[in-house]
């Protein structure tokens, strides 16, 4: 994407402007961004419909690189609210129960 603006107001912000064409192209598919060396950052999309297994494991993988990317931005000093621990824990047992319903197949 060449059309890459900074507001003056905040170095921290990028704002990325799609045109027409690369709007409708992030409707229909994904859309990841890397640094300039080429890791991977983060991957966006709309949620789409789960029509198979494939499908949802998919999902699953882009999803955990989102988190994987939210918990490298937190380090030891931010002290997280109650409510986001909750919600945190929640995750991690889902994820926990999964894998030992997968171990147990």
């Known amino acids: 994407m060449d059309n890459v603006t900074s507001p003056p107001a905040s170095p921290a912000i990028c704002v990325i402007k799609l045109d027409q064409h ?15 060396s080429g890791e991977a950052i983060t991957v966006l999309r709309k949620v789409l419909p789960v029509a198979t297994d494939t499908d949802a494991i998919y999902q699953l993988y882009c999803e955990t690189h989102v988190l994987e990317k939210l918990f490298d931005e937190v380090n030891e000093r931010v002290k997280l609210p109650q409510w986001a621990m909750n919600g945190i824990a929640r995750v991690i047992d889902r994820i926990d129960g999964h894998l030992r319903r997968q171990g147990s197949m």
Do not use: M
């Open 22 to 36: 690369q709007y409708a192209f992030y409707k229909k598919h994904r859309l990841e961004i890397h640094s300039p």
